[in-house]
């Protein structure tokens, strides 16, 4: 037959390829395996690193949030409380008035009955040195009984007018 095959090229090729591929393996596979492998945990822990960051931006974010919502909530508090004391201050200020006036009405009350003994009193000096001043005219003048009572009559009606 023609065709003859080359065993022993085919094994010494076969050997050469097998050699190659074991020091392919030995310096060129498992470095390039390793710095893949490198690589891949790179990318994983920059994954896990974003991650971790995305939590900590929300957490942040909800934590701001919740600190808006109390600064919110204390500021109408504020507020409310400003109202409360405003009102409060307002109707101290009314009843301190009212209190002032009533005080003001009352010394004038005071006052007022003060001078109304006063020209009491003083009336009933008057009348009293009338009196005194009547019975010396009626000494005086001896009248009878019909002028008297005229006498008295004009000196009530003079003290009634004078009041």
């Known amino acids: ?86 009102e409060q201050q307002g109707q101290d200020i009314v009843k301190t008035s009212k209190e002032e006036a009533q005080r003001m009405k009352d010394t004038a009350i005071a006052e007022i009955q003060n001078e109304k003994d006063q020209a009491v009193v003083a009336l009933r000096e008057q009348v009293a040195s009338l009196s005194v001043l009547i019975a010396q005219k009626v000494i005086e003048k001896e009248l009878d009984e019909k002028a008297q009572e005229q006498l008295i009559q004009d000196y009530l009606k003079q003290a009634g007018e004078e009041l």
């Open 1 to 86: 037959m023609g065709f003859e095959i080359p065993w022993g090229s085919i094994a010494f090729q076969l050997a050469g390829f097998i050699i190659l591929l074991v020091l392919l393996s030995k310096f060129a596979l498992r470095p390039l395996l390793g710095v893949m492998e490198q690589r891949e945990k790179l990318v994983n822990d920059q994954i896990d690193s974003a991650e971790r960051n995305r939590k900590d931006a929300e957490e942040l974010l909800n934590q701001q949030r919740a600190e808006l919502e109390n600064a919110k909530k204390e500021a109408q508090s504020i507020i409310e409380n400003a109202k409360k004391l405003g």
